[in-house]
């Protein structure tokens, strides 16, 4: 995609979209330059994440601006590619998942508090990669959606989810507080916590970090 108006705090600057035809499932991944090596991590991230997910790649499209370090990856995994005519994009059917993704993420950015920091836009890539893909379908299995076809079944129950960059007031343990302290500190809701039961991400203010919490307070 074309570079993003706000760099993030970690220093990203561009998505990398992927498509993969089979599954149907639309991959993001933030980049913090176009350079041979920066696309070729993200290639290859996304190379690994469909193969572990079954869907083992033999072929690979591109459009015309494709590096020698890509090639050589290529070569390495046995993965056939063929690059798009140049100025063409209808020969490349990532462009049209580039557009589906670029609305999908504007459509959340856009109804989320104005006062949101949207140098951590990065950080909340994760759970419009998951929402997007819970709603298409898998080529592979109908009944599937493109997100369980590769990553498998999602349970809403053991990891919730909310509308996008939520303020909140999160609860914070006894360990992690002083004596006096409040209970509760203020923060943006992030995404989901995919590896703890019913857990959020969220990003404290006070401290600017990232934190994992389980109990929290909305403030739409």
């Not at 298409?136 to 349970?155: C, M, T, V, Y």
Request: glycine share 4%.
């Amino acid at each position: 995609t074309g570079r993003l108006p706000i760099p993030s705090s970690e220093g990203n600057n561009y998505l990398l979209i992927g498509y993969d035809y089979d599954s149907n499932d639309i991959l993001f991944r933030a980049i913090k330059n176009r350079t041979a090596a920066s696309l070729t991590a993200a290639i290859k991230d996304i190379h690994n994440t469909l193969t572990h997910g079954g869907c083992q790649l033999k072929f690979h499209r591109m459009d015309n601006k494709c590096p020698q370090l890509v090639k050589d990856f290529f070569k390495e995994r046995e993965v056939q590619y063929q690059l798009a005519p140049p100025g063409d994009h209808r020969t490349n059917t990532t462009e049209r998942a580039i557009r589906t993704a670029k609305n999908h993420l504007k459509a959340g950015w856009w109804s989320m508090d104005k006062a949101f920091p949207m140098h951590l836009w990065d950080k909340t890539i994760p759970q419009a990669e998951l929402t997007l893909n819970l709603l298409r379908g898998s080529r592979i299995n109908p009944k599937l959606s493109a997100w369980e076809q590769i990553h498998g079944r999602f349970d809403f129950n053991a990891t919730p989810i909310a509308p996008p960059r939520v303020k909140v007031l999160a609860h914070a343990r006894a360990s992690q507080r002083g004596t006096w302290a409040t209970h509760a500190f203020d923060a943006w809701y992030i995404g989901p916590a995919m590896d703890h039961y019913r857990c959020f991400t969220v990003w404290a203010t006070k401290t600017r970090e990232t934190r994992i919490v389980n109990q929290i307070m909305w403030f739409p």
